[in-house]
Each structure stands twice: as C-alpha cells, then as structure tokens.
C-alpha cells in the first residue's frame, strides 16, 4: 500500500463510514453464524487493529492478527491486541487446523498469489471452521485506488467462490455489498477511465472525505443494507464477498 494512502487510511478507519459500516457487517455475520466468545479468530490484513479492538471490548479474548505493515502492527497492539503479528498474508504461520474463525476484510487482493493462501488459510482452519472473506468487486471498476492500494485483482462472487472452493473450502453463502453505491460508483469510474491519466494519484482522493452529517446518514444506509445482506444475496455490489467453512472430516 502507498505509505501516503496507508497514513491517511489509519486516521479514518476509526470513524469514516466505509470503515465503520464494513465492521458492522462482519459483526452481523458473526452474529448469524454464532461464533462463541471463546472462538479462536484470525483477522487476516488487520490494518490499524479497529475491528480486534471492538472485538475485545465485546468479550472476545482469544484474538490473533497479522498484517504485512509494521506500522499496522504498531497500532494494533497499542490497542491491546498483543497476538499481532508482522507476517505475509500467503502464509499464516500457525499450527494447521487451530482456528475457528478467519477474516480476511479486503486483504486476499493485496496478495499476488491468491489461490496458494487460500490453500493456506484452509490449513490453519479447523474442521468446521468458518471464514469471512471480503474483496473489491468487478476488474471494470478498476482505479488509481486500485494501483495506490497494490491490489493484484478485483473479484466477482463467482470467482471468488470458486477459488475457495479450488482451496478445499465449502460455500456456504456469497453476495454483494456497498449495493446502492454500485451505479454511481460504476458511473463515476468509467469517467475517470474515459479521462487522460495522471501520473500520480493523489491518496488523499481515494479514500471519501465527508461532512460528519453525510458519514452518519451513509453508514446508517449501509448497516440497513447489512441486515438485508444477512439473508439476501445481493446480485451485484461495490464489493463481493463469500463465507466460506472447512468440511468437518478434514
């Protein structure tokens, strides 16, 4: 990631609405899926720790993190998650079949090879284990924030799906999310396409900078559309998204 982009994302993640209603749905879908307060969870691509830290205060206690950002890492144990942990994505190094839960909220595109830490990820899981994985949607809506960010791809729920599924994983449901946003989005991007390129994006128009009014009234949208997003698949989206589990005779 940009250091520019990642200095910027660490300020805002705490509050702007993407962020904020991003951690509300993993906290619905926690929710749905019963995960017990004594799950063991593995946030993959934990950024500054926010969502660690919710779950702390919560009554999860058994938290581990990684990120491939010393800075990350920094923040997140300041904010008392001490199992984080500076480590390549592709390949968590912990004991096989040790995790009830894994998260992974818009990290597996940062990876260039995304199919082997999947295969890696079903390693550490446990039989019966869940996953959460969240990607950006749909190589057409490709952008400067996209090149800002090291992303390697943008997913369909297809796609995504099916390399899970290629990892040994079992579907056990896909969407969309950020679904109102779809059209102006799409709209918004295949301008910017039809525009003569910069040579440097600048980070700071990456990341959507609004009047507290306007964040509040968007993440108030979007955690509606979370609730519906527990038990309908969205056909399309700013975002895709697959929970995935690890057969239990594995």
Known sequence: MDKEYESLYHTEEDHNWWFVARRDMLLKFMDKYSIAKEAKILDIGCAGGTFMAILKDKGYS??????????AIELTKQKGISNAYV???HKPEFEQN??????SSDSLEHLEHD??????WYGVLKPGGIGFVLVPAYNFLWTEHDDINYHFR????????????KAGFEIVFKGYNYVLLFIPTAIVRVLMKLKKPKK??????????LPEWIN????????????LSKYISFPFGVSAFVVIRKPQNK
Do not use: C, H, W
Request: hydrophobic share 45%; no cysteine.
């Open 62 to 71: 058994n938290l581990y993190a990684l990120d491939y950002s010393p800075e």
């Open 87 to 89: 480590m390549d994505g």
């Open 98 to 103: 040790s995790f009830d839960l894994i998260i």
């Open 115 to 120: 199919e082997t830490a999947l295969k890696n």
């Open 154 to 165: 943008r997913y369909t729920k297809k796609g995504l799906a099916l390399k899970a599924l």
């Open 200 to 209: 440097k994006a600048a980070a700071d128009g990456q990341i959507l900078l």
């Open 216 to 227: 509040k009234l968007l993440t108030l949208v979007q955690k509606i559309e979370n609730t």
